[in-house]
């Protein structure tokens, strides 16, 4: 996405931040800000992952904080964990679902 703006083409989000942690996953978390969401995504190499839009009121630092914490860490065998502890932090979160967005809940 990088690329586009570099190219003058246009982007939709206001920042976006790519990272490859050691577990072999690619994350990305994009903000926008007409619509105050962080949206965070994280697929291995086969595509294996999952996306989550967050709709936020106040301050994302404490989310921003919890996401960088565990980005060396987070892998498919323990996403749920830290999916419980962002939800905790801004429960107007969403998991996506191919085109959908669900309301995630703790049960």
Same mark, same amino acid.
């Given at each position: 996405?990088? /690329?586009?703006? !570099?190219?003058?083409?246009?982007?939709?989000?206001?920042a976006i931040f790519h990272y490859s942690n050691k577990n072999a996953l690619d994350l990305q978390v994009e903000y926008y800000t007409e619509d105050?969401?962080?949206?965070?995504?994280?697929?291995? /190499?086969?595509? !294996?992952?999952m996306g989550l839009l967050f709709k936020f009121e106040s301050s994302l630092s404490p989310l921003l904080d919890s996401i960088t914490?565990?980005?060396?860490?987070l892998s498919?065998?323990?996403y749920k964990q830290?999916?419980?502890?962002?939800?905790?932090?801004?429960?107007n979160a969403y998991v996506q679902y191919d085109d959908d967005l669900v309301l995630l809940t703790l049960d």
């Open positions: 996405m990088n /690329d586009n703006f !570099d190219e003058g083409l246009w982007c939709h989000s206001e105050r969401s962080l949206y965070f995504s994280f697929f291995d /190499d086969s595509g !294996d992952g914490n565990s980005q060396d860490k498919l065998e323990n830290y999916i419980k502890q962002w939800v905790e932090i801004y429960p």
